[in-house]
């Protein structure tokens, strides 16, 4: 009895300490964008500055100009994406799932092959660029990489072979309903757990991604949040750069600026994470290991 | 006919994915060529003359190469080894708990970092490390001690990256695990308990066993994937700084640095090709293995 008190002690203090360590970063960063930026230059960061100060949000409100733009480029990345992948993955996956299709393996193959072999940003990027010219537009944020993934098709396809009940299709085709009509209002109502699921992925990864803008734009003005933030990281003087009042950089409070704005940045996730955790938690275990 | 009709609908809904997959897979793969060329914007991929393995031998007279290779395989080794050990525990130890309540905040919590893009992990970091600002040097300064320069002493950087990266993955390693302790059976333990097993016997006698098979396929497909780093730990959280470049420098940044920054695409190129081809041999050795092990756990 002793034994099970103490583990369950000791797993309850562990768990305590990780969580705490996950968490209190975050705290730190939420408290050094409220530091008066002279305290911390001279003390450092700390969970109780001995000044606050909102000036660095002061700023950030009078140039919200350029957070705005970089907002709404990273929604309306995140909404496109997320919807376009989710559509042509669906559509892929459902072809795949149908095992009488003439020539399925050879395209299950072909989806595969793309999860083994890699090309690399290399030929990527010259593919992209030299071929298709997608520097410094909207596509560069939401084509390259992000919009679907083998590992995607093959999840969603699984859950359709599986999941879904294959005498609901016979029925349906004997009553003389078309493929489509039979993919929009059968197959899909019934995958909404795997949509759901797959979707939050893919529109995280949308989210915090900085890659693309990192690679293929030069234009400042199609910068997502995550870029501006990369941009700040490469180069702090970005910020008065852009800066539409023209004060110098010296007068800024540059570095509890470039700490308010990632707090601007991961805001809404933190907001809205704990409502989406558990299709999160599903999202790992599904594809990682199988029954 | 009657075949064709009957399932053009299908074709023509997996039409769109396969066009995608030909421009961002299949072209980048045909375009793996210009690592045997002489490359030139104007002249493009296929216009460029060849000029056979001259990028690999410039790439490995540099010291690049071999030091690429280092940091990339052996941080590797280092997270996957870590990362198993730490996340098989915190798994254990969730698994204990056993109130709904708090096994979700335990959950959740753990689970944010894994949430964020890594220049947010980079900004976190700079919050401890920054040599004016940073948390650290600010306690070091109030017990009287100099600044510690961080982004600029390369002796730091192993430990810091490898403490990243298993803080980052944590929660996903521990959700990862959790899965598949929660589906074993209840009786194994309830028979120990009644012939009086302690839990630590329990642990080592009757969860281990239990998860050898999965420790085992997440280890062999990590060890598939030991060619590719994470270009965004080893890119964003030292703020590329050349002064740490000896010991934060992976394949991934190399590349990167010399198809954008130097730029020289003959190193690029090249470092990419052998990436790419030593990986795929990497995966299917591994996928291989799995295969002959547990059928139902590998790729294909």
Known sequence: ?291 | MDQIKRFLPFYIMALPGIIYLIINNYMPLVGLQVAFKRFNYGKGIWGSPWNGIKNFEFLFSSNSAQRIIRNTLLYNVAFILIGIVIGVAAAILLNEVRQKRPLKIYQTSILLPYLMSMVIISYLAYVFLGTNTGVINGVIRRLGGANINWYNEPKYWPALLIFIHVWKTLGFNMILYYSSLVGFSQDYYEAAELDGATKWQQITKITLPLLRPTIITLLILQLGQIFRSDFGLFYQVPMNQGALFDVTDTIDTFVYRALLKTPNIGMSSSAGFIQSVVGFIFIMTANGIIRKMSPSDSLF
Not at chain 1, 220 to 228: V, W
């Open chain 1, 1 to 291: 009895m002793n034994y099970h008190r103490n583990m369950s002690k000791l797993s309850h203090t562990v768990m305590v300490l990780l969580s705490l360590a996950a968490v209190l970063p975050f705290v730190l960063l939420v408290i050094a964008s409220f530091t008066d930026n002279s305290v911390a230059v001279s003390e450092g960061f700390s969970f109780h500055p001995s000044k606050w100060s909102a000036d660095a949000y002061n700023y950030i409100i009078n140039e919200r100009g350029t957070m705005l733009r970089a907002y709404g480029i990273t929604i309306l990345v995140t909404l496109i994406g997320t919807a376009v992948g989710l559509m042509i993955s669906t559509m892929l996956a459902y072809s795949l799932s149908n095992d009488e299709l003439p020539g399925r393996k050879l395209l299950t193959f072909f989806v595969v092959f793309t999860m083994l072999f890699n090309g690399g940003l290399v030929p990527t990027y010259l593919i992209y660029t030299n071929v298709f010219h997608i520097k410094d537009t909207l596509f560069a944020l939401i084509v390259p990489s992000l919009l679907m993934s083998g590992f995607n098709v093959v999840l969603i396809r699984n859950y359709f072979a599986t999941g879904v009940p294959k005498s609901l299709y016979e029925a349906a085709r004997i009553d003389g309903a078309s493929e489509i009509y039979i993919f929009a209002r059968i197959a899909l109502p019934l995958s909404k757990p795997i949509l759901a699921t797959v979707g939050l992925l893919m529109g995280i990864a949308y989210w915090n991604d900085w890659q693309n803008g990192l690679y293929y734009l030069n234009d400042t003005k199609l910068y997502s949040i995550q870029n501006i933030l990369n941009q700040i990281n490469e180069n702090i003087s970005f910020i008065a750069s852009n800066s539409s009042s023209g004060v110098k950089i010296a007068d800024l409070p540059s570095n509890t600026i470039r700490m308010a704005i990632a707090v601007v940045g991961i805001l809404p996730i933190i907001c809205i994470y704990p409502f989406f955790q558990e299709y999160f938690v599903k999202g790992i275990t599904v594809g990682s290991v199988k029954e």
